[in-house]
């Protein structure tokens, strides 16, 4: 499996928003579920509409960990949640297949949907992982607090979560990038 890196300019992530948003409703509340809240893929695609339609937190047991999570709806989000569930029923899949009935979008739908803005805008390390890499990434970048993000995706040390984001990785190009002899 090759390693994903999160989006980092931010004029990348409006391009695919508004990518997305030309193409598919669902598509783009996909896309920004993964950056505007930091569940994972698989989390994201078991949510429905009663999770998300007219709320202020997302409350969920994560799949993976079984730990508890609540977080804010940022108020972007809600907007797009508004009007993307303006017709369905509370008890729909947010993220429903187009296949297999009553079952939510497979992991690698999402992944399809991901590449597919990827491979328009030829960026090679992107993949359903790089949204919740860029919520922390971005938030990061605007807040700072480092702390913080490791309370949210509940990592053990803030290096890990440094890690995760990619900042060690910039922090190696940036001290690269100075290197002169």
Same mark, same amino acid.
């Given at each position: 499996?090759n390693a994903?890196q999160?989006?980092?300019?931010?004029?990348?992530?409006?391009?695919?928003?508004?990518?997305?948003?030309?193409?598919?409703?669902?598509n783009y509340?996909?896309?920004?579920?993964?950056?505007?809240?930091?569940?994972r893929? =698989?989390?994201?695609?078991?949510?429905?509409?009663?999770?998300?339609?007219?709320?202020e937190? $997302? @409350?969920?047991i994560? %799949?993976?960990?079984g730990k508890?999570f609540?977080?804010k709806i940022?108020?972007?989000?809600?907007?797009?949640?508004?009007?993307?569930?303006?017709?369905?029923?509370?008890?729909d899949?947010?993220f429903?297949s187009?296949i297999?009935k009553?079952?939510?979008?497979?992991?690698q739908?999402?992944?399809?949907?991901?590449?597919?803005?990827a491979?328009?805008?030829?960026i090679?390390?992107?993949g359903?992982? =790089?949204?919740?890499k860029t919520f922390?990434y971005?938030?990061?970048n605007?807040?700072?607090? $480092? @702390?913080?993000l490791? %309370?949210?995706?509940?990592?053990?040390?803030a290096?890990?979560?440094?890690?995760?984001?990619g900042?060690?990785e910039?922090i190696?190009?940036?001290a690269?990038?100075?290197?002169?002899?």
């Open positions: 499996m994903v999160p989006i980092r300019d931010k004029k990348i992530i409006e391009d695919i928003k508004l990518f997305y948003e030309e193409r598919s409703a669902r509340a996909l896309f920004c579920s993964g950056i505007y809240i930091p569940l893929i =698989s989390d994201i695609l078991s949510l429905r509409v009663r999770d998300v339609r007219n709320k937190y $997302i @409350e969920w994560e %799949k993976k960990t508890k609540k977080i940022n108020v972007k989000l809600r907007k797009i949640y508004y009007n993307y569930c303006a017709n369905k029923k509370d008890y899949l947010l429903p187009p297999k009553g079952y939510p979008l497979s992991r739908q999402a992944y399809n949907i991901i590449r597919e803005a491979d328009y805008f030829g090679e390390s992107l359903c992982h =790089s949204l919740r922390g971005q938030l990061y605007q807040t700072g607090n $480092i @702390e913080m490791r %309370k949210i995706f509940k990592h053990h040390n290096q890990i979560t440094a890690s995760y984001i900042l060690e910039d190696i190009n940036d690269l990038d100075l290197l002169d002899y």
